[in-house]
């Protein structure tokens, strides 16, 4: 085991305490009691009242934020919710994966977080009925350097959602690749954690630092933040290496590991370059299976 490998496991023992109580509802205990953020559901999930709003976050890059966002977005909006997808990332994936392209729209959430623009006046519509999309532009890169002198910095995304949050079922945002304060802006604003992890060597790595952060957060700006779901994501059943990850977050992290594991499918990689979600894509493939049982377990039925 290398030093990288090892350091994972040790966050995962750290944070996870295998040892700990894992009958039904119960929490992941900790000594210093800070892994309570992550809440181990009951086996039937808690019905949650909408509107949610969950940020999709893991500072660790290209672990499937961004594939998750999109197409467990396009799934809710199928099944009738209305969903808002914030983007977040200066990169705009989740702005193109959804066809969306920066010379057809007038605002970006650059504007809204720093421009005073209202977040209404940035959503734009997408090709999936009941999906809408507030759009990101690498003018975002700018905004994490230009928050640390505003005022009230942390909250701005808060602020700005208020006015329209109870127009969606749903509001996804997609964090960037970093726990800077663009990050801690979508922890601030919402009120449960989905932390997708990929089926892969290091798996772990960065995970407990991304659950301080979360609980940095709770404690001194959103007391209702909690990780509710972590998502296993690219998972390749023809390594024993993602049977061995798939295992290992489950034993560490129990029933806030959604069921509904996604695979690594070549459609599920092509289908932003076709700026559509794989349930659009190719509907009847696996990805686009995987995410519609997903959306299925995340929502539990409610309406
Ligand atoms: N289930 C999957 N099967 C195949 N490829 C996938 C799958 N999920 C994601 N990918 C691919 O892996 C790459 C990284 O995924 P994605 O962009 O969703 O990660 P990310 O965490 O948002 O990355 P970043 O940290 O850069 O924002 C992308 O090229 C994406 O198409
Ligand atoms: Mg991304």
Same mark, same amino acid.
């Given at each position: 085991?290398?030093?990288?490998?090892?350091?994972?496991?040790?966050?995962?023992?750290?944070?996870?305490?295998?040892?700990?109580?894992?009958?039904? @509802?119960?929490?992941?205990?900790?000594?210093?009691?800070?892994?309570?953020?992550?809440?181990?559901?009951?086996?039937?999930?808690?019905?949650?009242?909408?509107?949610?709003?969950?940020?999709?976050?893991?500072?660790?890059?290209?672990?499937?934020?961004?594939?998750?966002?999109?197409?467990? @977005?396009?799934?809710?909006?199928?099944? +009738?919710?209305?969903?808002?997808?914030?983007?977040?990332?200066?990169?705009?994936?989740?702005?193109?994966?959804? +066809?969306?392209?920066?010379?057809?729209?007038?605002?970006?959430?650059?504007?809204?977080?720093?421009?005073?623009?209202?977040?209404?006046?940035?959503?734009?519509?997408?090709?999936?009925?009941?999906?809408?999309?507030?759009?990101?532009?690498?003018?975002?890169?700018?905004?994490?350097?230009?928050?640390?002198?505003?005022?009230?910095?942390?909250?701005?995304?808060?602020?700005?959602?208020?006015?329209?949050?109870?127009?969606?079922?749903?509001?996804?945002?997609?964090?960037?690749?970093?726990?800077?304060?663009?990050?801690?802006?979508?922890?601030?604003?919402?009120?449960?954690?989905?932390?997708?992890?990929?089926?892969?060597?290091?798996?772990?790595?960065?995970? @407990?630092?991304?659950?301080?952060?979360?609980?940095?957060?709770?404690?001194?700006?959103?007391?209702?933040?909690?990780?509710?779901?972590?998502?296993?994501?690219?998972?390749?059943?023809?390594?024993?290496?993602?049977?061995?990850?798939?295992?290992?977050?489950?034993?560490?992290?129990?029933?806030?590991?959604?069921?509904?594991?996604?695979?690594?499918?070549?459609?599920?990689?092509?289908?932003?370059?076709? +700026?559509?979600?794989?349930?659009?894509?190719?509907?009847?493939?696996?990805?686009?299976?995987?995410?519609?049982?997903?959306?299925?377990?995340?929502?539990? @039925?409610?309406?």
């Amino acid at each position: 085991m290398n030093d990288q490998e090892d350091q994972g496991r040790k966050e995962a023992v750290e944070l996870g305490n295998p040892t700990a109580d894992t009958s039904v @509802g119960s929490e992941v205990s900790e000594p210093t009691g800070r892994a309570q953020v992550v809440r181990k559901q009951p086996t039937e999930q808690p019905v949650r009242t909408l509107p949610r709003v969950i940020a999709v976050a893991n500072q660790k890059g290209g672990v499937g934020k961004t594939t998750t966002t999109v197409n467990l @977005g396009a799934a809710l909006a199928d099944l +009738g919710y209305r969903v808002l997808i914030v983007d977040l990332d200066p990169q705009g994936n989740a702005t193109t994966g959804l +066809g969306i392209e920066a010379r057809n729209f007038d605002f970006s959430m650059y504007d809204v977080l720093l421009h005073d623009v209202a977040l209404e006046d940035c959503v734009e519509p997408t090709n999936i009925k009941n999906l809408f999309l507030a759009p990101a532009t690498i003018d975002l890169a700018g905004a994490e350097i230009e928050l640390v002198s505003a005022f009230s910095r942390e909250l701005r995304l808060k602020r700005v959602l208020a006015p329209i949050r109870e127009d969606f079922g749903y509001i996804l945002i997609d964090c960037p690749p970093s726990l800077g304060l663009i990050t801690v802006n979508a922890l601030a604003a919402a009120s449960e954690v989905l932390v997708p992890i990929q089926c892969e060597y290091y798996a772990l790595e960065g995970v @407990g630092q991304l659950l301080r952060n979360v609980e940095l957060v709770r404690c001194n700006l959103n007391p209702e933040l909690e990780v509710s779901a972590m998502v296993l994501t690219m998972y390749d059943s023809r390594t024993r290496l993602a049977d061995h990850v798939v295992a290992e977050v489950r034993t560490h992290f129990g029933d806030a590991v959604c069921k509904n594991v996604i695979p690594r499918t070549v459609r599920i990689s092509e289908s932003p370059s076709f +700026g559509e979600p794989i349930t659009i894509h190719s509907p009847s493939s696996r990805g686009a299976i995987a995410y519609r049982e997903l959306a299925k377990e995340v929502s539990g @039925g409610q309406a």
